[in-house]
């Protein structure tokens, strides 16, 4: 039983605790907020590899005045001794950690220890189920840039079925009132995506001239057995080139949660584009960690 508030997915944000987050993330851009976690102990379990969402955590941590030990799987009890995610989150409990950032290749797994810490959970990413952080800053960086995610359209191009990204986002888009268009293959993209609010389209120069934010997905090839179809049947239907790039309206953005791979969803011309917003999004990440954090360990009553 979840004794504190705890962030496994976007649905445990209510409307106005999104938009909560979001200001604070911008009083956070403008000003230090100083160390509003001083002294409180945050451990970062992060079972899979990561660069953005690691280092940013960290950095979030750090500026907010958290102390902070980072955990790395081979740091653990847990092959060869005996001890469960259950034991060793009771025993980080009982030293006084007052939050966990976890990551995780199975899904379910950041719930999992939430539902046996006495603390905060953070889901940094847990397999193909949710990523709520990095769908925040995609969900922040479109309000910043347009005013508000209402009535924009979004289509989200890719590997969708395998993207713990995509799922968070879309649930973030839907509540907060965008039009979301998904964009792929069947095997990437099942028809039983579809619902209100989200459309399913499979092809993809259909949607460049209504599109606000694109948002470009890798293919998650560690997550399946092998490809549906060859890569330059891939590139030839889904990928954003110069070309498509030409039939954008002027205002679009294109975002990607990284890494990206040069060759596949995209090519280098989207990497000069005007409307390109990867740098932007890495940058928004920081601000939106340390925004969750004080919300999860202040409340959100505390000024920013």
Do not use: C
């Amino acid at each position: 039983m979840r004794l504190r508030r705890s962030l496994i997915d976007l649905d445990d944000l209510t409307g106005d605790e999104l938009r909560a987050i979001f200001d604070r993330t911008r009083a956070f851009e403008t000003h230090d907020p100083g160390p509003l976690l001083h002294n409180v102990p945050v451990v970062n379990l992060f079972f899979e590899q990561s660069t953005r969402t690691f280092t940013s955590f960290n950095l979030a941590q750090l500026r907010l005045g958290a102390i902070v030990v980072n955990l790395s799987p081979k740091d653990l009890s847990l092959a060869g001794k005996g001890e469960t995610i259950e034991d060793t989150v009771i025993t980080l409990a009982a030293m006084g950690v007052n939050l966990l950032v976890v990551r995780h290749s199975e899904a379910g797994f950041p719930a999992r220890v939430a539902s046996a810490f006495d603390g905060h959970v953070v889901n940094a990413g847990d397999g193909a189920h949710a990523h709520p952080t990095q769908a925040l800053l995609d969900l922040y960086t479109m309000r910043e840039e347009f005013g508000q995610v209402r009535g924009l359209n979004v289509a989200i191009v890719g590997d969708i079925l395998h993207s713990r990204v995509a799922h968070s986002t879309i649930n973030g888009l839907r509540h907060l009132g965008a039009n979301v268009t998904l964009v792929g293959p069947e095997f990437f993209l099942p028809g039983d995506y579809a619902r209100e609010g989200i459309s399913i389209e499979r092809d993809f120069d259909a949607v460049l001239p209504h599109a606000d934010a694109i948002v470009l997905l890798r293919i998650q090839r560690e997550r399946f057995a092998a490809m549906p179809m060859t890569d330059d049947e891939y590139v030839a239907r889904y990928q954003l080139n110069g070309e498509r790039l030409r039939r954008l309206p002027e205002r679009t953005i294109v975002m990607h949660p990284g890494p990206y791979n040069r060759g596949m969803e995209l090519d280098d011309s989207v990497l000069t584009f005007a409307g390109w917003r990867y740098a932007m999004q890495v940058h928004h990440g920081v601000y939106i960690r340390m925004a969750v954090l004080d919300f999860l360990v202040n409340g959100s009553t505390v000024s920013a």
